[in-house]
């Protein structure tokens, strides 16, 4: 059985592949459109080029070798997506309330994959702390790296109880090399 509605390749991704024919893997040879395919193992692992969010020109083709001769076995149609946008979490926390005390303590930003089973991951490349202070000016302090700055650091030292801290223009790259930017994050 298998979720036909469910055919999703991520662009980018060695998305494990496996067939299950009844005929000896040896045997087999799979081959596909939009991507290329390689045997890891029994199994095999496809890499899509191109997304194709409606399936029209991704094709996976199974063919077997019966008694010397090259048979088609089947074809499906797949979809290919991108691998989801993160979402920006320090402490663990996507936003809301968060003590001064913790965001004291935290090394910086991460970009975390909720609810994605492979193997991929996004680091923050920069962010940027806003708080508000006297006069009702906004502090705005950068970091080039996930890491929060010496002033940053100094900068949340100073923010006073219930003070809306915005964590912004925060960009990430993939492990692809795809970016993501502007995740925001605030807490107070």
């Known amino acids: 059985m298998s979720a036909t509605r469910m055919n999703v390749f991520y662009r980018g991704l060695d998305n494990p592949f496996d067939i299950a024919s009844g005929i000896p893997k040896e045997d087999l040879q799979v081959e ?29 083709s199974v063919f077997a070798n019966i008694n010397g001769t090259r048979k088609l076995i089947g074809t499906t149609d797949w979809r290919v997506k991108k691998v989801p946008d993160p979402v920006a979490q320090v402490a663990g926390l996507s936003g809301g309330d968060i003590r001064k005390e913790r965001l004291q303590v935290e ?70 090399g795809s970016t993501a930017i502007s995740i925001q994050f605030h807490s107070k």
């Not at 459109?33 to 997304?51: A, M, Q």
């Not at 929060?148 to 109880?161: I, N, S």
């Open 32 to 60: 596909m459109t939009n991507g290329k395919v390689t045997k890891s193992g029994d199994n095999y692992l496809i890499r899509p080029t191109e997304l194709d969010e409606q399936g029209k020109k991704t094709k996976v």
């Open 107 to 176: 090394d910086g930003v991460m970009a975390v994959l909720e609810d994605f089973d492979f193997d991929f991951k996004y680091k923050v490349t920069e962010f940027e702390i806003q708080t508000t202070i006297a006069g009702g000016y906004i502090d705005r302090k950068t970091s080039n790296s996930n890491r929060f700055t010496a002033e940053q650091k100094e900068q949340l030292k100073r923010v006073q109880p219930g003070t809306i801290v915005y964590i912004s223009s925060i960009k990430a790259i993939g492990d692809d």
